[in-house]
């Protein structure tokens, strides 16, 4: 396996840290201050000006859409192995992907719509979003079912005439909050009584329908996420054409396999920049302050936690590493392995990385003066979406048993 960065991405990583150096890291403050001014005026639900006025910059230095391959709409689309360094980049700051076109959701919906759209459905959604004109949501969680199980979604998709009526309710609609959000993929059943993993479908739906009505915003550890946001969303009679379901009936869970691979992996690399700037706040932390007549840096507890953050961490990124790998080589399916366990293991290295970080901030890290809190909410909440840590132990162990049964049998 070779991870080294070829020359094109080794240029696009300088041109990205120069990027952040000159324009994100320096923002954060008004990012902050434009968020406080809208929540003063009442309405924080509406776009920054500071994210549209970055974007076309970022475009100009061609650091958009490197997230999806081989899309003739999106040429500058890196495969995984290539994107992960750029990916880790922007997790540095949270609202930083948005500036490049490569945040969540958007990006594992536009690569629904590339890998199972219509050139109807690519053409009305997947280009503005491509463009960064608009925003979208993935509706998959309900609040009535333990969800980390698919098939207990009851959000029903029902077929009439030359149209499908959608009637559930949904939560965690990360995005669903942004005013330019314009369309949801919807996952619900089409046949209850057909097999386990034949009842769900995906049905593109336009957030104006008639029908669609957020119920409430739903905070993360008190963080609103605005103007992202996350909602539950009630989907009443919501009526759509035939032509919006994905594939086919009955193909949401291979669809849905297609979209949480890279979405995981994704994520991950995004978690592995929070750890390392994380990191590097602990350590400057622990060399600017004294206790007890020393620098918290030269006293041994302190050693130890940052030779196991910087441990923790670059075995985090090679299992990254190897999942990116495997990925564009033999794909998802059989890269599955892979997936599961850097899911497991990245936002549990990340949130013991910030942990340890707050910790040597003492007061101050659990305070917003310093970016630690809120990183440590977003993390936390991964061990959570995409997937609960138990599912994907769940997916390792079985194929991990598997694997030792088609062995040699036992002595």
């Known amino acids: 396996m070779d991870f080294s960065h070829s020359p094109d991405v080794e240029a696009l990583r300088t041109r990205l840290l120069r990027f952040f150096d000159d324009a994100i890291l320096p923002n954060e403050g008004r990012y902050h201050e434009e968020i406080r001014r809208h929540r003063e005026a009442g309405n924080v639900w509406q776009a920054l000006p500071l994210i549209e006025e970055l974007k076309p910059r970022a475009r100009a230095e061609g650091l958009w859409n490197l997230f999806l391959p081989r899309s003739p709409r999106a040429p500058e689309g890196l495969d995984n192995l290539a994107y992960a360094p750029l990916c880790e980049i922007m997790g540095r700051v949270p609202w930083a992907p948005e500036v490049f076109n490569c945040s969540a959701p958007d990006t594992g919906n536009m690569e629904t719509l590339e890998r199972y759209g219509s050139e109807a459905h690519k053409r009305r959604w997947l280009e503005p979003l491509l463009a960064g004109e608009i925003r979208s949501a993935f509706l998959m969680t309900e609040p009535e079912v333990a969800s980390s199980d698919a098939t207990n979604i009851r959000c029903s998709i029902r077929r009439d005439g030359d149209d499908y009526v959608i009637n559930g309710r949904k ?226 162990a079985r194929l991990e048993l598997a694997r030792i049964a088609a062995m040699a049998p036992a002595p």
């Open 171 to 396: 939560w965690w609609s990360s995005g669903a909050g942004d005013p330019r959000c314009a369309v949801y993929i919807v996952m619900g059943k089409t046949d209850a009584d057909a097999p386990r993993h034949q009842q769900q479908s995906m049905i593109l739906v336009p957030a104006d329908t008639p029908g669609i009505r957020i119920v409430r915003h739903l905070p993360v550890f008190g963080y609103d996420d605005a103007p992202h946001g996350h909602m539950e969303v009630a989907l009443e009679d919501v009526r759509v054409p035939a032509s919006n379901l994905l594939l086919g009936e009955g193909r949401g869970f291979e669809i849905a396999q297609g979209r949480l691979g890279p979405g995981r992996i994704h994520h991950c690399m995004r978690t592995i920049g929070a750890a390392e700037r994380a990191f590097e706040l602990m350590c400057q932390r622990l060399q600017s302050r004294v206790a007890f007549g020393r620098p918290l840096s030269e006293q041994s507890l302190w050693h130890e936690r940052i030779a196991h953050a910087r441990c923790m961490i670059e075995q985090a990124r090679l299992l990254t590493l190897k999942a990116a790998w495997m990925m564009d080589r033999v794909g998802n399916k059989e890269a599955r392995t892979e997936i599961a366990m850097i899911k497991v293991v990245a936002p549990q290295m990340a949130c013991q990385v910030i942990d340890w970080a707050i910790q040597a901030h003492g007061g101050a890290g659990v305070s917003d003066d310093f970016p630690l809190a809120a990183a440590y909410a977003g993390i936390r909440t991964l061990r959570l979406a995409d997937g609960p840590d138990e599912v994907h132990c769940g997916t390792i």
